[in-house]
C-alpha cells in the first residue's frame, strides 16, 4: 500500500493569490495524478503529474493556471494560479503504485477563496 | 472511459448485506472494474476491481456478469462505517473518472 501526505490540509485564501499544494508519498508510485472534488460534487481530473516533464492536462485544465511538478517519484505539487472564489474545492493528491490496479488519495486539501 | 450507471442513493440496516448495482452497457474488452468509496471528509479509497470473474476481498466482493455489462459491489454484513459514497468506474487505462456514485445509508 502507500501513504499520500497533503499540505496544507486546509487554507483560506485571498481572491488573485496563488497557493501551492504539496503531495509526498511514502512508496515509489509509478503515476501521479490531481483531482479536484467541488463542494458536493464527485472528484473531476486535472492532470497527471509526469516525473521530469511537463503534465498532462484534461480538457478544461491549462498550466497556466494548474502549474504541476513531479521533480521525483515520490513528490509533486500543484499550484492554483490567480484564484478565484470559483477555485475553492477539495484538491486530492493520488497515485498508483507499479503492479497494482488500485489508487491511493490523500486526505485531500480544502481550499477556500475570499 | 466507458460510462456506468448507479442509483444515487441506496439505504441499508446494519448488519445486513448490501448489494450496489453498477451498469456499463458500453464496457469494452479491455475494461477493468473498479469500485471506490469516499467516507465523508476523506479522500477515495480503494475497495475492490476485477476483469471477468467475481473477486472477493477482505472488504467485499465483486460480482461480473457474464457479458460483463453489468456488476454489483456486495457487502456482505453493513456497518454504520461503510456509510460512503460508492462509485463504480471502468479504466483501461492509468487515471479514473469518477461519475457521481451511490450514496449508501446504513441505519443501525
Known amino acids: 500500500s502507500a501513504v499520500i501526505s497533503q499540505k496544507p490540509s486546509r487554507d483560506i485564501c485571498q481572491r488573485g493569490t496563488s497557493l501551492t499544494i504539496q503531495c509526498q508519498v511514502d512508496s515509489q508510485v509509478t503515476m501521479m495524478f490531481w483531482y479536484r472534488q467541488q463542494p458536493g460534487q464527485s472528484l473531476t481530473l486535472i492532470a497527471t503529474?509526469?516525473?521530469?516533464?511537463?503534465?498532462?492536462?484534461e480538457s478544461g485544465f491549462v498550466i497556466d493556471k494548474f502549474p504541476i511538478s513531479r521533480p521525483n517519484l515520490t513528490f509533486s505539487t500543484l499550484t492554483v494560479s490567480n484564484m478565484s472564489p470559483e477555485d475553492s474545492s477539495i484538491y486530492l493528491c493520488?497515485?498508483?503504485?507499479?503492479?497494482?490496479?488500485?489508487?491511493?488519495f490523500g486526505e485531500g486539501s480544502r481550499l477556500t477563496v475570499l | 472511459d466507458a460510462k456506468t450507471t448507479q442509483p444515487n442513493s441506496m439505504e441499508s440496516n446494519e448488519e445486513e448485506p448490501v448489494h450496489l448495482p453498477c451498469n456499463h452497457s458500453?464496457?469494452?474488452?479491455?475494461?477493468?472494474i473498479h469500485w471506490y468509496r469516499q467516507l465523508p471528509s476523506q479522500g477515495p479509497e480503494y475497495v475492490i476491481h476485477g476483469l471477468t470473474s467475481n473477486v472477493n476481498n477482505r472488504m467485499a466482493s465483486l460480482a461480473i456478469a457474464e457479458d460483463r455489462k453489468s456488476s454489483t459491489l456486495i457487502l456482505h454484513r453493513a456497518t454504520l462505517r461503510d456509510a460512503a459514497v460508492y462509485y463504480c468506474?471502468?479504466?483501461?487505462?492509468?487515471?479514473?473518472?469518477f461519475g457521481k456514485g451511490t450514496s449508501l445509508l446504513v441505519t443501525p
Open positions: 493520488s497515485g498508483r503504485l507499479a503492479g497494482t490496479g488500485e489508487l491511493f
Open positions: 458500453t464496457i469494452s474488452g479491455t475494461d477493468y
Open positions: 503529474a509526469n516525473q521530469g516533464s511537463e503534465a498532462t492536462y
Open positions: 468506474i471502468l479504466n483501461s487505462g492509468y487515471a479514473l473518472n
